[in-house]
Each structure stands twice: as C-alpha cells, then as structure tokens.
C-alpha cells in the first residue's frame, strides 16, 4: 500500500513538474533602451548611443529621414549591434536624421526608444539671406558710435532694420559731470540711423550700473537730485524727439534677491519708490509719441522675476506711461526653456504692450567646459536660436516692437568680459561670415 501511495505522489510531482517550465525557458520581456542625443558629429555621420538595458543580448538601430521613421535608411534598418554604440555614416550634411534603438533578449524585443533628431554638419558656407528681408519684424543690432562704417555698417545695412547705442546712450556717457552733457557719440549714431533710414531704440535713460560718479556721490538734497534726473529725461528725450521712436527709461530696476523687491540703486534712495513712475512721466511729457519700454533680464528663466516685472508694468500702465517691455535674452544654449520665454511673451501680450527681445545672444560655453566652438555645440546653439525666433515670430504683429541682437562678432560680445571667460554667443566668425547661429535665425522665421 505505501509503495502505491509512493508512486502515486511520485507521478502527480512528475506531472507537476512537467507542466511547470523550467528557470531558463520562462517568458522574459526586453527592457527599453534611452537614447541618447549624438555625438561625434561630423560631415556625414554621427555617433549613436543609448543605455544599457539588462541582459540584452544586442540592440536594433534604425536610422531615418524624418521623425516619424517613415523613411529608414537600408543599412541601418533594424541593424544589430552588440555595443552600446553605432557609428553612423555616409549622410548627407545639412540633412536631420533620426534614430532609436530597441533592445533585444532571447525571443523578446522592447519597443522602441526615444527618437533622438542629429544635423549633419554642413561645411559649406552658411546661407547668406538677409534677416530684415526674411523677417516680418524689425530685426535689431547694438551699434557703437565708432564702428559705423566699413564691413561692420555694411552688414548692418543688408541685414538690419533697427539699432540699438550699445553703451553710448547711458547716463555715465550723456551725462559725465554736472551740468555738462556730451551728445558727440549719440549725434553720430542718430544721424546714421536717419541716414540710413533706420529705427534707433534709444538705451537707457536710468540703469544702476551707468550711473556717472558725480551722481553717485551727488552734492545736493533729494529735492534737488529729483529735479537733476527730470533735467537730464527732459533734456535728452527732447533733444531726440521724432528721431528716437523708443527709449528704455528705466533699466533692470528689479532686484534679484528673493522676493525681488526694487533694486536699491540711487534713484531710489534719492527719490523713493516712485521713482520709476516719475521718469516715465518725464519722458512722456518730454515726447509723448514715443514709445516707452521697461527693460530687464532674467525675465524668462526667473518666474518671480517675471511677476515683479509685470508688477511695474501693470502700474505703469494704469497711467498710460509704458508701451513695452524689453526682454534682454542674454540667455545660453541649455535654456531657459521655450515655455517660460512664451511666458515672458504671454504675459506682454495679455496687457497689450509691445515685445522687444532686446538683447538677445546665446551662450555656448555657460560651463566653460569648451576652448573652442564644437560643431555638437554650434548646432546646440544655432537651434536655441532658431526657438528663440520661432517665438518670437509667432508674436501677433501689432506686439512685435523687435528682436535686437546684442552684439555682431563673436569676439565683440560683452560677455566675454562678463564672465572672464571665452564663448562665442553671437551669428558672425571673425571674418564677418554667418554662423551657424545665423542659419538658425533664418530657420525660425519658416
Ligand atoms: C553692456 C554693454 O554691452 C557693454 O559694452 C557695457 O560696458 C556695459 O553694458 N544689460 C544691459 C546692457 O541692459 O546695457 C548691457 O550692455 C548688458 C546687460
């Protein structure tokens, strides 16, 4: 009886064995590749490469024409590779591709990654269209009083329609001591720009950081320092009445510290809080057809900012003193993101005042990790410069004041001194040819 009962226990183990499949043969899913963006980017190829998903036996690459991988490329078509790598070439320069990868174990193939879009470099001279003539909107460049001719004014004639002093029409400049002001260097560059039939946005009445040391250590009561400032508005905004269709009055008055309260530059000490509607109300009176703006930076990558910002606008605007804001854009390749500059623009828009992207360039080198300019990083930048224009563009036309570029040559750009180390955030090489950048600006206008 026991011996039965044995084998009895014996069988139905058997069976149950049997129907249950061994470790090895258990069904096991391929985890999902990331891909990552290219690199080794060259004339005509790239490096693909992505994460390392466990136990993968190898990985299926495809390479494609357009992003939905409607049209894949025949050699790398669900190609296997065992590395974590592929050497992409035989591309064609200026031309996207796009590629993913899934990963394969045993009988099991993961979906697809991420698609990752890599621009082959093209080595050809970058395309030469004019920006004003590509562009719907006025397209701004800074200029300086003695850099008005040869190579330099020509470009800005073929490919600008509004101009910017990029220091000459500050406070330390017009007005360098008591009672004395200077207009030689501002003269030349209204004359050039009504020569030239140019728009001139005149920058910047009152900015904390031009203000001349006779003010700073100003000999006087605040009464009499207030009626100093109304002097030095009335003075030069009349002077250029007609000729100056714009003027930055107040530049960057709001702090960065937390909670962003104003900036305690002299013109708020001197003269309170108020003091940013008192200028307004000057340069109003002085020519009231022109049009006001308050300029400021990190007005995209700071939310707060951008409410404080809009703080002043709004009570600017109660009294009809402000027309627009300058968003300065001195921005970098890795952001700030698209979502919060159309959050600088929504905002503008929504209380109808005009946009002026005043002082756009864009870092390539914010990590100073770079001693030269990468090809990977020129596209980098080309296509933040290429999102920047998009946004812009998409600005309804009776909110578009422009989009100034703060600066022509690399080498010429204030940041460079800025930040004590190389970058080159501008559209033009040494040799006054376009960049990549430049291609870029043009890209964002289709
Ligand atoms: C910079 C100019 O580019 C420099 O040449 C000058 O020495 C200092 O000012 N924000 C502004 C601009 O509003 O006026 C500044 O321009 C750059 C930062």
């Excluded at 804001?325 to 109808?352: C, F, N, W």
């Excluded at 030269?372 to 812009?392: C, G, M």
């Amino acid at each position: 009886m026991k011996i039965r009962q044995a084998l009895w226990i014996l069988c139905i183990s058997l069976f149950v064995l049997s129907c249950s499949k061994s470790d090895d043969a258990v069904e096991v899913t391929a985890g999902v590749p990331s891909a990552y963006g290219a690199v080794n980017l060259t004339n005509d190829g790239f490096t693909a490469n992505w994460t390392r998903v466990y136990r993968a036996d190898k990985y299926l690459v495809d390479v494609a024409t357009k992003a939905d991988f409607s049209t894949l490329l025949p050699n790398y078509t669900a190609l296997p590779v065992t590395a974590l790598t592929l050497n992409v070439s035989g591309l064609t320069a200026g031309i996207t591709y796009y590629y993913r990868v899934r990963a394969v174990r045993g009988e099991s193939i993961s979906v697809f990654s991420n698609a990752v879009a890599a621009e082959i470099i093209s080595t050809g001279p970058e395309p030469t269209t004019a920006l004003k003539s590509a562009a719907n909107f006025n397209v701004g460049m800074i200029v300086r009083s003695n850099r008005l001719t040869g190579i330099t004014s020509d470009i800005i004639l073929r490919e600008f329609d509004n101009i910017t002093s990029e220091y000459e029409m500050k406070m330390d400049k017009m007005y360098p001591s008591k009672g004395t002001y200077d207009f030689t260097a501002v003269d030349k560059i209204v004359n050039y720009a009504t020569d030239n039939k140019l728009n001139l946005h005149g920058h910047a009445l009152i900015w904390h950081n031009s203000v001349p040391s006779w003010v700073t250590n100003f000999v006087g009561t605040n009464a009499e320092f207030e009626a100093m400032v109304k002097d030095y508005i009335t003075t030069v905004v009349t002077r250029y009445k007609g000729k100056i269709k714009s003027w930055d009055v107040v530049n960057e008055a709001v702090d960065d510290g937390s909670g962003n309260p104003l900036r305690n530059s002299i013109f708020k000490q001197k003269m309170g809080d108020d003091y940013i509607k008192k200028c307004y109300q000057w340069a109003r009176d002085a020519d009231p057809a022109c049009k006001l703006f308050y300029n400021d930076y990190n007005f995209a990558s700071s939310a707060t900012k951008r409410a404080a910002i809009f703080k002043i606008a709004d009570d600017l605007k109660k009294d009809n003193l402000i027309d627009g804001l300058g968003a300065q854009m001195h921005i970098s390749y890795k952001g700030p993101a698209a979502s919060e500059i159309q959050a600088v623009v929504d905002g503008t828009v929504s209380r109808k005042l005009l946009m002026h992207f005043s002082e756009l360039d864009i870092q390539a080198n914010p990590d100073n990790d770079l001693t030269a300019l990468t090809p990977e990083r020129a596209i980098s930048q080309k296509n933040k410069y290429k999102e920047v224009v998009k946004i812009f563009n998409a600005i309804p036309a009776a909110n578009q004041y422009a989009l100034t570029v703060w600066g022509m040559r690399d080498s010429e750009s204030w940041l460079l001194s800025f930040w004590g180390h190389i970058d080159w955030p501008l559209m033009y090489n040494e040799d006054y040819s376009a960049k990549k950048a430049h291609t870029g600006f043009l890209e964002g206008l289709k």
